[in-house]
């Protein structure tokens, strides 16, 4: 196994995306007509590993794909892409993961995540990985909380400094929230979990605050906003992986988060390319 003294581990999920173009999404009751693209590469977990791996830090991903074509094809590409996938597992039972993404003309997004493989990550799984060593765990809450808490515990006995992106907020996030070094949030998830020592909030299209430090984001040319947070957090735990300081990752951070609006999807590549 390959140690990441200065690199990124993510324990997260791998989502196939199918997203829908609308004028404007839809109420309860209503159908609207949209059009759709190719599959897209998504899940918290490899969006953000994608992003770390864009800084220049060394970064791999822990996760579950179906032992599938969507699942073989991901995982290869994200090894073209730049991320060590030794870690990345295959479910006997479950299919690769998948989200059904809505993006109205104005670029908003909403989403419905099917697990699938995602819930068969473990924490031995996520352990193994740990112990051949890494400068930042970065993690999200696709994954069962389970294993998102014996991750944070593990990169807290191994010295691991450790950012949770407590998103999408579950009824156990402000626990687990307590067990990271950093948490990131945006606005409304703060409003869900409460105030914690080291909160970094992201404001979409103010920036983001951190300990004090709020940086603006640069003005852009909104597409869709889909994974624009998960950029945001993956360049954090790059750039924190690589040393820089509170202030320097916090503005790469939000400058690639902003960036991130300006293309469709969560990551800028198909499952066909």
Request: overall charge negative; proline content about 5%; glycine content about 12%.
């Amino acid at each position: 196994m390959t140690a990441l003294p200065n690199g990124v581990t993510v324990v997260g999920s791998m989502n196939v995306d199918t997203t829908i173009r609308v004028a404007q999404h839809p109420r309860p009751g209503e159908t609207v007509l949209g059009t759709s693209g190719p599959d897209a590469p998504g899940g918290k977990g490899a969006n953000q590993a994608v992003a770390a791996a864009a800084t220049g830090a060394t970064t791999r991903l822990v996760a579950v794909v179906g032992n599938d074509p969507a699942g073989d094809a991901y995982r290869a590409a994200l090894a073209e892409h730049g991320v060590d996938v030794t870690h990345v597992g295959r479910s006997a039972s479950r299919p690769t993961g998948r989200a059904f993404i809505t993006v109205s003309d104005d670029g908003e997004n909403s989403i419905v995540v099917v697990a699938g493989a995602n819930d068969d990550l473990n924490a031995d799984h996520v352990r193994r990985a740990l112990d051949a060593g890494s400068g930042v765990l970065l993690t999200q809450l696709e994954s069962p909380p389970e294993v998102v808490a014996s991750a944070l515990r593990a990169a807290r006995e191994r010295g691991i400094r450790s950012v949770l992106n407590a998103s999408p907020v579950l009824p156990e996030a402000a626990e687990l929230a307590r067990l990271a070094d950093v948490v990131v949030v945006n606005e409304h998830e703060r409003d869900e979990i409460g105030d914690l020592p080291d909160l970094c909030v992201t404001l979409g299209a103010r920036g983001a605050s951190w300990g004090g430090v709020t940086v603006q984001a640069p003005t852009v040319a909104v597409v869709d906003t889909t994974g624009a947070g998960d950029v945001f957090a993956g360049t954090l735990a790059g750039r924190l992986a690589l040393g820089a300081n509170r202030e320097e990752a916090l503005a790469d951070a939000v400058r690639a988060g902003a960036l991130a609006t300006t293309t469709r999807g969560a990551q800028p590549w198909t499952l066909e390319d």
